[in-house]
């Protein structure tokens, strides 16, 4: 018997920002501490498979530096000088600041600030139900998902698409902007079974060659933001040599014959200009997923973070409606499963007392709204008291000047509720401690594969961290809402409204069966009964301006960004930051393989596994500004500067330099991070973050 098998094993699932959403094994060494994490085998998209930092989630749960009281503000904001408080003094301070900031400027002076930082439905979406009840400024969560999900219904018309597990049946997998092996490890499960048992090829289109890339057996490096132009190029070869598939055109497609038209001019010569890939390797490109029916594109989020990513994402899914991919078991376009679940969570977010008069902010313009521009605030009062879950804005929200600018104002109250001493808890006036995901009940869903998974409370916390859903709590009852619908309810019981409305179960069933599988059937997930529009055809000609999502902005903040300059058809449009004469090169802020956003950058072996902040840039360039490997190098735009050290790196094009990871800011030589560079403005047309798409110019120091 292997030392695994003697261990206690506990069930739950990763519950960070993440479409894996693996279904977990958990060694459970006393009531008290974990041992390793690994994949669960039974589950069939997980297959018994898990990154290495959530491998060594120990790490985090058992970290030194967790917070583990009650901290209050005792000097000037972000100078770190703290005195312990009692949960009950620490949660009253709260909410008597609240109370006189709603006293001075109305209810929607306060907002509740949340994203991802743990995707459990009960832990991270309670919050809404403070929100509602107490008429605070309302959230458009819009960071993540927004560019990537518009592009997609723009065509497809519904969030969902052929079942990931397929990868494993295809003859050719497509890995389009998303760098898998350190973002979402399970393609690569499936994408390299298909290889091993079917003889398929992998292609991986990004930006670099990434960890991805290098298990490619064709690897397309083009620059940041011209993804758009290489499919409509691919598009142009598959109908200028036959390889359309006229038929399904014709039954499935909304106008194949004005987007024929359209893609005439749209050549792999027009597209090499634009993308620095070859002729030759657009026309490789296109001949293999021409030839090859059973090809299944995978197409990620990293791709559509520029100006342009809606677009680019309907392009890149327009490919397979041109070869009628979607006919086939392993074939056909997926970007996200999110639209299969449909659970209904208004108890736990309390829908019912939301007003529809209240303003909504725009949570990725955290830092324009708490410095007053007018445009950010749509009109309401300042953001005077803000309560923070599940989120780090002081280190991973774009424009980090003016974010920082904006935490510092005296006449701002915040709380944080946060596991770890992050850059956005330095700038706090009360800091609470958390629990983690193994610590409380909640409950996952899984957008890139297609489980509801149960994350039950496996061992105790240490004495300090509570739940988000006790602090929600609790505030409402300090709040005078606490007797509203929603409020008094236990985890298990609100988890059990929201299986018991969906028709699967409870918490008690759902912790005997680990998760359910939702994937619909063949013909739902691959159109085959028709896309998600009302002529069920999918739309080349996408309705920029009426499409709905299901990250649409509510209709009180109107469209976002040059919506006139969206294209009639699939297209490359410069709606991105061009590179010019003052900002030579173009940085994109890439995910790190050891880090998830900011989580994992307080852990050793993550920390060790990273070294430090670098920027990957092609020697040539470096040579030209007399740059050393190594070496420092000041990098600025518009928004402002910051230095990291040199690493050649000649898997990039020209004029393309790569940072990748978030950083603490603290680990940056002046105290700035990387989103000092990225820009705040909501892209066209339901808005995002644009994370990817900066200008900056160099200078070797």
């Given at each position: 018997m292997n030392q695994h098998a003697k261990l206690r094993i506990g069930h739950s699932a990763c519950p960070h920002d993440c479409p894996s959403t693996c279904a977990l094994e958990v060694e459970l060494l006393d009531d008290n501490r974990i041992g390793r994490v690994h994949g669960a085998k039974a589950n069939s998209y997980t297959a018994g498979v898990v990154c290495a930092k959530v491998a060594r989630y120990a790490d985090r749960v058992h970290h030194p530096d967790r917070l583990l009281k009650p901290l209050v503000r005792a000097g000037a904001k972000g100078e770190g000088t703290w005195k312990e408080a009692s949960w009950e003094a620490a949660l009253d301070l709260v909410a008597e600041k609240f109370i006189a900031a709603e006293a001075k400027y109305g209810s929607e002076t306060v907002w509740p600030y949340f994203y991802a930082g743990t995707m459990g439905l009960v832990q991270r979406d309670g919050i809404e139900r403070l929100r509602h009840a107490k008429k605070y400024s309302g959230f458009f969560g819009s960071i993540c998902t927004n560019l990537a999900w518009t592009g997609w219904m723009m065509g497809a018309g519904a969030l969902r698409g052929p079942d990931p597990r397929e990868m494993a049946k295809s003859d050719c997998v497509v890995i389009w902007g998303t760098n898998a092996v350190v973002t979402q490890v399970n393609v690569m499960t499936h994408a390299t079974r298909a290889r091993k048992e079917r003889g398929a090829r992998i292609v991986v289109i990004d930006i670099y060659d990434n960890a991805t890339m290098k298990q490619a057996d064709l690897g397309l490096v083009l620059k940041p933001g011209t993804d758009g132009a290489l499919a409509c190029a691919v598009m142009h070869v598959l109908f200028r040599d036959g390889m359309a598939d006229r038929a399904y055109l014709e039954k499935y497609t909304d106008d194949p014959r004005g987007l024929e038209e359209h893609l005439r001019a749209r050549t792999p010569e027009w597209a090499a200009a634009i993308t620095g890939l070859s002729v030759a390797e657009i026309e490789t490109f296109a001949r293999l997923v021409g030839t090859t029916k059973k090809t299944y594109f995978r197409l990620g989020y990293g791709f559509a973070r520029q100006r342009n990513g809606s677009v680019n994402m309907h392009a890149a899914a327009s490919i397979?409606?041109?070869?009628?991919?979607?006919?086939?078991?392993?074939?056909?376009?997926?970007?996200?499963?999110?639209?299969?679940?449909?659970?209904?969570?208004?108890?736990?977010?309390?829908?019912?007392?939301r007003d529809p008069n209240i303003r909504y902010l725009d949570h990725s313009r955290i830092g324009p709204v708490l410095t007053g521009a007018a445009d950010a605030l749509y009109g309401g009062p300042p953001v005077t008291a803000m309560l923070i879950q599940n989120t780090n804005?002081?280190?991973?929200?774009?424009?980090?000047?003016?974010?920082?600018?904006?935490?510092?104002?005296?006449?701002?109250?915040?709380?944080?509720?946060?596991?770890?001493?992050?850059?956005?808890?330095?700038?706090?006036?009360?800091?609470?401690?958390?629990?983690?995901?193994?610590?409380?009940?909640?409950?996952?869903?899984?957008?890139?594969?297609?489980?509801?998974?149960?994350?039950?409370?496996?061992?105790?916390?240490?004495?300090?961290?509570?739940?988000?859903?006790?602090?929600?709590?609790?505030?409402?009852?300090?709040?005078?809402?606490?007797?509203?619908?929603?409020?008094?309810?236990?985890?298990?019981?609100?988890?059990?409204?929201?299986?018991?409305?969906?028709?699967?179960?409870?918490?008690?069933?759902?912790?005997?069966?680990?998760?359910?599988?939702?994937?619909?059937?063949?013909?739902?997930?691959?159109?085959?009964?028709?896309?998600?529009?009302?002529?069920?055809?999918?739309?080349?000609?996408?309705?920029?301006?009426?499409?709905?999502?299901?990250?649409?902005?509510?209709?009180?903040m109107g469209l976002f960004g040059p919506v006139e300059r969206l294209p009639e058809f699939p297209d490359h449009v410069e709606l991105i930051e061009v590179a010019d004469e003052e900002h030579p090169f173009r940085l994109a802020t890439s995910p790190a393989r050891n880090f998830l956003n900011s989580s994992f950058?307080?852990?050793?072996?993550?920390?060790?596994?990273?070294?430090?902040?670098?920027?990957?840039?092609?020697?040539?360039?470096?040579?030209?500004?007399?740059?050393?490997?190594?070496?420092?190098?000041?990098?600025?735009?518009?928004?402002?500067?910051?230095?990291?050290?040199?690493?050649?790196?000649?898997?990039?094009?020209?004029?393309?330099?790569?940072?990748?990871?978030?950083?603490?800011?603290?680990?940056?030589?002046?105290?700035?991070?990387?989103?000092?560079?990225?820009?705040?403005?909501?892209?066209?047309?339901?808005?995002?973050?644009?994370?990817?798409?900066?200008?900056?110019?160099?200078?070797?120091?």
């Open positions: 397979a409606a041109v070869t009628g991919a979607w006919q086939y078991e392993g074939g056909g376009a997926f970007h996200s499963n999110s639209g299969i679940f449909k659970l209904n969570q208004d108890v736990l977010e309390g829908t019912a007392m804005p002081a280190n991973v929200a774009p424009e980090q000047r003016l974010v920082r600018k904006g935490f510092l104002r005296d006449d701002l109250f915040t709380c944080v509720h946060e596991q770890f001493m992050t850059d956005t808890a330095k700038l706090a006036d009360v800091v609470l401690p958390a629990t983690m995901f193994l610590e409380h009940d909640d409950i996952y869903k899984g957008g890139g594969n297609q489980h509801i998974t149960l994350g039950p409370k496996l061992i105790e916390p240490p004495e300090g961290p509570r739940t988000n859903h006790y602090v929600n709590e609790e505030l409402g009852k300090r709040l005078g809402v606490g007797d509203r619908p929603g409020f008094g309810l236990t985890e298990r019981e609100h988890i059990d409204i929201i299986l018991g409305k969906r028709g699967i179960g409870s918490f008690d069933s759902l912790k005997a069966e680990k998760w359910v599988d939702l994937q619909p059937d063949f013909d739902d997930a691959h159109f085959i009964n028709g896309f998600g529009h009302a002529d069920k055809k999918f739309h080349f000609r996408p309705n920029w301006t009426g499409q709905s999502a299901p990250n649409r902005p509510p209709k009180s950058a307080e852990t050793p072996v993550s920390k060790a596994k990273e070294g430090r902040p670098e920027l990957l840039i092609h020697r040539e360039d470096a040579a030209a500004l007399g740059i050393e490997d190594g070496g420092r190098v000041e990098v600025g735009n518009r928004r402002g500067d910051l230095v990291l050290h040199a690493r050649y790196f000649d898997g990039v094009k020209r004029g393309v330099v790569i940072a990748e990871g978030i950083w603490p800011n603290s680990a940056h030589e002046r105290g700035e991070g990387i989103n000092v560079l990225t820009g705040a403005d909501a892209p066209a047309p339901y808005g995002g973050a644009a994370v990817h798409d900066n200008k900056v110019w160099l200078r070797a120091l």
